[in-house]
């Protein structure tokens, strides 16, 4: 799977694209013939997005992450970033590897958010490797009706 970093037509906050041709070819190619198989699989993390009557909340699966290896940042006034990276499990010659599943390398997802987010009040914690982010809403302002009186 592929992401494409541009705005997506159909989700103004989403900058990610998917692309599903991108495999098609990576399931017959043996994975020791890509150059980047190491970060292929990770650096797509998978991030749940809601939006709660008070808040936005992105949530991420990042099994073996440690908290220093993980940043959240809000950049240009409203993106959402989220990177980080999965260390390599450190190789021991006299290893023998019989299957290697786990994925390593780096991650970077970025999202557009609207125009109700308090982008300096976001909150971020990781527990049992779910990474939660947290980035509340603004009161939505009521329009402001004013009788007008019919003279006549």
């Known amino acids: 799977m592929s992401l494409v970093r541009r705005s997506n037509v159909f ?9 599903p041709f991108d495999n098609m070819f990576r399931s017959i190619v043996p994975s020791s013939a890509t150059s980047d198989s190491d970060t292929a699989a ?6 749940d997005w809601k939006e709660t009557p008070e808040a936005h909340v992105f949530k991420a699966d990042l099994p073996g992450v440690k908290k220093e ?3 959240v940042e809000v950049e240009d006034g409203n993106v959402l970033v989220i990177s980080g990276q999965r260390s390599k499990e450190k ?3 006299n290893d023998r590897w019989h299957r290697v599943e786990r994925s390593s390398g780096q991650f970077m997802r ?6 109700n987010a308090k982008v300096d009040q976001v ?3 990781l ?3 779910v990474l939660t982010v947290t980035v509340p809403k603004a009161d939505e302002k009521k329009p ?8 006549g």
Do not use: C, H, T, Y
């Not at 990770?42 to 991030?47: P, S």
């Not at 402001?144 to 003279?151: G, P, T």
């Open 42 to 47: 990770f650096a797509n993390a998978r991030i």
């Open 127 to 129: 527990e049992n490797g």
């Open 123 to 125: 909150k971020a914690g």
């Open 110 to 115: 970025r999202f557009r958010l609207p125009e």
């Open 91 to 93: 190789e021991d010659k």
């Open 11 to 19: 989700d103004p906050f989403s900058m990610d694209l998917w692309d």
């Open 69 to 71: 290896e993980v940043k």
């Open 144 to 151: 402001e009706v004013k009788s007008i009186q019919i003279a």
